[in-house]
């Protein structure tokens, strides 16, 4: 009851959101994306990792039947969750998170549009470029995002391969990374 009033209820299990949550970050920390194709090892070259797997997995979500789209939605507020949480273990206090978080969504859903298209029409040429201006963007030449760009795009299509029920109970799982993207 009070639900209703303090707060909207979850339609899709806890243990579903954060099991595919868990999927999706698990997906974006494995070392070789970091050791072999440089993303680099910071707060902002993680929350860029995790960006692109979750639109990998938004992608996969936004056109299925319910309760993906359900899913898909809870799993992008844990997301703000977590990043709302690592702002303030950086040290950002109450007043400077706010702004911070507006600025991070709008990075977020602003790669959310430039790799779903550069997916959605298997350009991974365009995708590389997307991923190198968005996480090595001082870098004039970024060798590893070709490699990085294979893999997202790997990621895509595995995702597609999974049946909906199984992406609905939270056994979301990614390829590995290998040495060559």
Do not use: C
Not at 96 to 124: H, I
Not at 138 to 150: M, N, R, Y
């Amino acid at each position: 009851m009070f639900q209703q009033f303090f707060g909207r209820k979850r339609r899709i299990s806890e243990e579903v959101v954060l099991d595919s949550y868990a999927a999706i970050v698990a997906a974006a920390r494995q070392t070789r994306l970091y050791s072999h194709l440089m993303i680099p090892d910071t707060p902002l070259g993680r929350f860029e990792a995790i960006s692109a797997h979750l639109v990998v997995f938004l992608r996969r979500t936004k056109d299925a039947a319910e309760p993906l789209p359900a899913l898909a939605q809870e799993v992008v507020e844990e997301f703000f969750k977590d990043v709302d949480h690592s702002l303030r273990e950086l040290g950002i206090g109450d007043p400077g998170v706010p702004k911070r978080m507006k600025k991070l969504a709008r990075m977020f859903y602003g790669r959310a549009e430039s790799y779903g298209k550069a997916l959605e029409t298997s350009n991974l040429g365009e995708l590389a470029e997307a991923l190198q201006r968005n996480i090595r963007p001082d870098d004039a030449v970024w060798p590893q995002a070709p490699g990085l760009a294979a893999h997202i795009a790997l990621a895509d299509a595995s995702l597609r391969t999974l049946p909906d029920s199984q992406i609905a109970s939270g056994k979301v799982s990614f390829p590995a990374s290998n040495d060559d993207g």
